[in-house]
């Protein structure tokens, strides 16, 4: 008997302990699949969550993009009997509130907190505020330049370093284009602040000319240059053009003769007043010869 059950004992024994072997790896098994499984559950119901979020969000901003081209559109329509400068002015401030309000609520959407954000743009404002003063600068003379409108779109202005028709006023710079058709972008503060000539604002403008009638007689000169002065289309009757004596010296005599125009035609006028009197007097010049 002890002979016949000492294989069946030991082959007992051999199971037992290939069942005990094995049963630590299939726990790992099943903790690993657990924890996979877990896992897969929490990224299904978190991409639940944020995908729709997150289509939200690009809708909104989809969204807010239209906005911003549809307002612009019936602000500029709306104001299209508005002045020029003042009506650009509105319609960038028109887009740049629609964007903010689009943006805000696009990370409402993803569940960020705004009022954290503002908290955080508020504290880091004085930082920004530092690093940016030249911009802020350029901002608040942008405003006092809509407010106060020392020129218009379409004026002609000359300033330090600039010359030519204002063709827009934004936020933080105004755009000039040149008589060569060249557009100039000049930051707001530098305007604001520094001289500024603006030949349009008054709609009229005096033409000044020096003359050297060398040794000729003053009174006939004089009767023929405002005789040139009165035939030309563009010189304004009322007020009439003036020629005065400006300097006399022992070898030659300087007249100014004084056409007004309207200022648009300034260039016009100065050109081809100087070229007629440079003409009149060749040819009297010619007939004393």
Same mark, same amino acid.
């Given at each position: *008997?002890?002979?016949?059950?000492?294989?069946?004992? *030991? %082959?007992?024994?051999?199971?037992?302990?290939?069942?005990?072997?094995?049963?630590?790896?299939?726990?790992?098994?099943? &903790?690993?699949? &657990?924890?996979? &499984?877990?896992?897969?559950?929490?990224? @299904?119901?978190?991409?639940?969550?944020?995908?729709?979020?997150?289509?939200?969000?690009?809708?909104?901003?989809?969204?807010?993009?239209?906005?911003?081209?549809?307002?612009?559109?019936?602000?500029?329509?709306?104001?299209?009997?508005?002045?020029?400068?003042?009506?650009?002015?509105?319609?960038?401030?028109?887009?740049?509130?629609?964007?903010?309000?689009?943006?805000?609520?696009?990370?409402?959407?993803?569940?960020?907190?705004?009022?954290?954000?503002?908290?955080?743009?508020?504290?880091?404002?004085?930082?920004?505020?530092?690093?940016?003063?030249?911009?802020?600068?350029?901002?608040?003379?942008? @405003?006092?330049?809509?407010?106060?409108?020392?020129?218009?779109?379409?004026?002609?202005?000359?300033?330090?370093?600039?010359?030519?028709?204002?063709?827009?006023?934004?936020?933080?710079?105004?755009?000039?284009?040149?008589?060569?058709?060249?557009?100039?972008?000049?930051?707001? =503060?530098?305007?604001? =602040?520094?001289?500024?000539?603006?030949? %349009?604002? *008054?709609?009229?403008?005096?033409?000044? /000319?020096?003359?050297?009638?060398?040794?000729?007689?003053?009174?006939?000169?004089?009767?023929?240059?405002?005789?040139?002065?009165?035939?030309?289309?563009?010189? /304004?009757? =009322?007020?009439?053009?003036? #020629?005065?004596?400006?300097?006399?010296?022992?070898?030659?005599?300087?007249?100014?003769?004084?056409?007004? #125009?309207?200022?648009?035609?300034?260039?016009?006028?100065?050109?081809?007043? &100087?070229?007629?009197?440079?003409?009149?007097?060749?040819?009297?010049?010619?007939?004393?010869?």
């Amino acid at each position: *008997m002890t002979n016949y059950q000492l294989p069946i004992d *030991m %082959t007992a024994i051999g199971t037992f302990l290939q069942i005990a072997q094995s049963l630590p790896l299939n726990a790992e098994r099943i &903790q690993a699949m &657990q924890v996979a &499984q877990e896992l897969t559950k929490k990224s @299904v119901e978190l991409g639940f969550k944020i995908v729709p979020q997150m289509l939200w969000a690009i809708g909104i901003l989809l969204i807010t993009r239209f906005a911003i081209d549809l307002a612009g559109r019936v602000t500029r329509r709306t104001l299209s009997r508005t002045e020029a400068t003042l009506r650009k002015f509105l319609v960038q401030a028109a887009e740049i509130v629609i964007l903010i309000v689009g943006v805000v609520a696009a990370l409402n959407q993803l569940g960020i907190q705004t009022t954290s954000v503002v908290a955080v743009v508020g504290a880091a404002g004085l930082a920004i505020g530092l690093a940016w003063q030249n911009t802020l600068s350029h901002f608040a003379a942008g @405003v006092m330049l809509i407010s106060l409108r020392p020129f218009e779109v379409g004026d002609a202005i000359e300033a330090t370093d600039v010359k030519g028709v204002v063709d827009s006023i934004g936020i933080f710079s105004t755009t000039v284009v040149t008589d060569d058709r060249i557009k100039i972008i000049v930051p707001n =503060n530098n305007l604001f =602040n520094g001289t500024l000539k603006n030949t %349009t604002a *008054m709609g009229t403008r005096r033409v000044d /000319l020096k003359i050297d009638i060398g040794d000729r007689p003053i009174r006939p000169m004089m009767a023929e240059l405002l005789e040139i002065a009165h035939s030309h289309p563009l010189v /304004l009757e =009322n007020p009439p053009p003036t #020629c005065l004596v400006i300097e006399i010296t022992p070898d030659t005599t300087i007249l100014s003769l004084r056409p007004w #125009c309207a200022s648009v035609a300034y260039e016009q006028v100065r050109s081809q007043v &100087q070229e007629q009197v440079k003409e009149a007097m060749n040819a009297n010049k010619n007939q004393a010869q």
